[in-house]
């Protein structure tokens, strides 16, 4: 007999503390037949193999001698409503939990692509095709009220959070065969029938939560008690929506982990949250915030004249990790009729100017970005279409336009004046070809007027989409701006209340499965697909990108996927810089070797960091 959950059935089976033990004596005889040439492996890449060997001490970019102590003052921009980041109702909740007090299967290494060590699963067993995939449980574990982690909570949490988890979690944990507890520390997860490569990488990072601990019933509710979990904290102190006080668990279990070593090094961790970016850069002129990552170039070069960083107290710090920069831009809510036309949006596209903005709100800080992938060896831009992606998009018919297939597109280039007309005369040429004519009252198809709204939460974004509304004023489109609270901001994107909104996707260190969450058809109505454009095409190469099995074959699925969104003109792409903008307490130290691939928004809680006391 075996303790197994049949997801394609949707069946829950509660298992007996009975099973479990028969298992650990060896009473149950698992018929489970996980491959039989795999061994375990302390790591796991999403194509080649890891970098670091089974031996290794620690993460390259952690200092194992780091001291320990302090108190880390933060300040983040917007609010929570709970403290449950898993469940399908409330997505505003504190990033960095999941790290910090919830922990995963395995961890990934910043310092490489997509590359996950043991963290709760000591070691991962799986075959060459990624569809049998065992992990073994550390079996030092446990929680933080010294509860042991076994398999059993491995698997309550798949069960939970596959039908009461958050729509990503539910969508890959839905693709997912069967689990089965095999004994207390290990278990096994069958993916016979998905062609997903990074599926089992998904897996690694699942969150591991306490079966007898966790409330089912109202899992769903918000909640702000500090959670049973097995990190190297405990949540102190809860202010809901406004202050999260994080303290050094001194019986946590893995401080002594290579994953582990020199990282976490502070004693006390407090994070008070500001409802707009001026009232959180104010905090920190006053002293109370001990670090900050700037955002706004205006801001990076004009606006950090201050006695505290004159007197030394403050360190102003650029750093330059080679990283995909991700795409920021104004997103076209394609749900809205008047967006639906490609010429029209690629025209709205070509009146944004760069140059005059770049120039006279940012010092010339910024590089316009010019692919979803930028800076990295998955944009396209630069690169005509090998025959690999000639072949992966010829499954669909004009979907990528030619200057874009030859790697040549670039966002239109105005001259500074912020009066070209050229490109005033190409995007008004485009808006009669999608049926619009001037009429007193702006351009107008079929009675209706090209007008929206473009939604911001910020005075610096104000200010921007203000020009950009001036610019197309010229052409006789209305653009109007609004500007509300970052909370507000928040809750009207999650329901798609917008014409035109300020979206900014973070790249991973290689694109994968939030690419679907993005764009897929099947995420049509998720939160995370801001534009509904539910193109066939970009869903089949989505699946293509997570088929990869050589990193060959993920820059070729990387790069048409790419190209067909570039085509697609979705975004109006904003700018970015080449380099992170941190301002810091003096004391704050960092080890040498920087990440390659930090987790964005750069490091949330400066986990290799440390205070140096004598300062």
Do not use: C
């Not at 006080?245 to 290579?258: E, H, M």
């Not at 001990?290 to 750093?319: C, M, P, Q």
């Not at 074959?553 to 996927?561: D, F, P, S």
């Amino acid at each position: 007999m075996n303790v197994v959950f049949e997801a394609a059935r949707g069946q829950w089976r509660r298992f007996s503390i009975a099973a479990i033990a028969a298992f650990v004596i060896g009473l149950v005889e698992p018929t489970r037949n996980v491959s039989q040439a795999a061994e375990p492996r302390h790591g796991l890449a999403i194509v080649g193999a890891p970098a670091l060997p089974e031996t290794f001490d620690h993460l390259p970019y952690a200092n194992p001698d780091a001291p320990k102590g302090g108190r880390l003052r933060l300040g983040m921009l917007g609010a929570f409503e709970s403290l449950n980041r898993f469940n399908v109702n409330y997505v505003r909740s504190p990033l960095f939990l999941l790290g910090a007090v919830y922990e995963t299967l395995m961890t990934r290494s910043e310092d490489e692509r997509k590359t996950y060590y043991g963290l709760v699963a000591r070691s991962i067993e799986m075959d060459d095709a990624r569809r049998r995939v065992t992990f073994h449980l550390d079996p030092r574990a446990h929680f933080s009220d010294g509860v042991p982690i076994t398999s059993a909570d491995v698997l309550f949490t798949f069960e939970l959070l596959r039908t009461k988890g958050a729509l990503r979690l539910r969508e890959t944990l839905g693709r997912v065969g069967a689990a089965e507890i095999v004994d207390a520390h290990t278990i096994f997860f069958d993916l016979t029938g998905t062609d997903d490569r990074e599926l089992p990488l998904q897996l690694a990072v699942l969150p591991v939560l306490p079966e007898h601990a966790t409330d089912v019933e109202h899992f769903t509710d918000a909640s702000f008690a500090p959670p049973v979990a097995s990190g190297p904290y405990l949540v102190a102190d809860v202010r809901p929506g406004q202050r999260l006080v994080l303290r050094r668990d001194p019986n946590y279990w893995g401080k002594d982990l290579p994953v582990r070593r020199g990282l976490f090094n502070f004693d006390e961790i407090d994070v008070d949250y500001y409802r707009d970016a001026g009232a959180l850069f104010e905090a920190f002129k006053g002293g109370l915030v001990d670090f900050r990552e700037e955002t706004s170039a205006g801001r990076w070069a004009n606006h950090y004249d201050l006695r505290i960083v004159d007197d030394g107290r403050v360190v102003k710090e650029a750093i330059t990790p080679p990283r995909p920069v991700g795409i920021e831009g104004f997103l076209f809510n394609l749900r809205k009729e008047a967006f639906r036309d490609v010429r029209v949006r690629e025209a709205i596209g070509m009146m944004f100017d760069f140059e005059w903005i770049n120039a006279n709100y940012y010092s010339g800080l910024y590089k316009r970005t010019i692919s979803y992938f930028d800076e990295s060896e998955f944009a396209s831009s630069g690169h005509a279409a090998s025959a690999a992606e000639m072949r992966l998009l010829s499954r669909f018919s004009n979907v990528v336009r030619a200057d874009v297939m030859a790697g040549e597109w670039r966002p239109p280039i105005h001259d500074g004046t912020a009066r070209d007309r050229e490109l005033s005369r190409r995007a008004q040429a485009l808006l009669q070809s999608a049926g619009y004519a001037r009429a007193d009252t702006g351009l107008v198809r079929d009675g209706a007027p090209l007008q929206f709204e473009i939604l911001v939460s910020s005075r610096d974004e104000e200010r921007v989409a203000l020009g950009f509304s001036a610019s197309l004023a010229k052409i006789g489109v209305d653009a109007r701006v609004r500007l509300v609270d970052y909370v507000q901001f928040v809750r009207r994107r999650q329901h798609f209340d917008y014409d035109m909104v300020v979206a900014r996707w973070l790249s991973a260190a290689a694109p994968g499965s939030e690419q679907r969450v993005h764009w897929s058809e099947i995420a049509m109505d998720a939160a995370g697909d801001l534009a509904g454009a539910a193109s066939p095409a970009v869903s089949a190469i989505i699946d293509s990108l997570l088929a990869a099995e050589s990193r060959d074959e993920l820059i070729t699925a990387a790069r048409a996927l790419d190209r067909v969104l570039l085509s697609g003109f979705y975004f109006v792409p904003l700018y970015h810089a080449s380099e992170i903008w941190t301002a810091h307490d003096a004391r704050l130290i960092h080890p040498e070797k920087t990440p390659r691939y930090p987790i964005l928004p750069y490091n949330l809680l400066l986990d290799d960091w440390w205070f140096d006391q004598r300062k």
